[in-house]
């Protein structure tokens, strides 16, 4: 069955086999980095959390508590 481009355009275009057999290599590809990306990000905002705690616990300290690793140098 022919349409009418292809009898007055004398052309037939074919499926390009490589694409076809590419694009299912790819598609796990791009989901291995999309969910490595994904972890690396909620890492990172993770990691960033708990220093943003960190530093709020440390500002709530007693400045003679939050110096004791000044003191210790001297002996």
Do not use: C, W
């Not at 057999?21 to 989901?31: E, K, M």
């Amino acid at each position: 069955m022919t349409s009418a481009l292809e009898l007055a355009s004398g052309v037939v275009f074919q499926a390009h086999h490589p694409l076809i057999l590419a694009i299912p290599a790819f598609v796990p590809a791009i989901v291995v980095v999309g969910v490595v990306v994904y972890v690396a990000r909620k890492d990172r905002l993770d990691e960033r959390r708990e220093q943003e705690l960190l530093e709020r616990g440390l500002d709530e300290l007693p400045d003679d508590l939050r110096n004791i690793d000044d003191d210790r140098g001297d002996r």
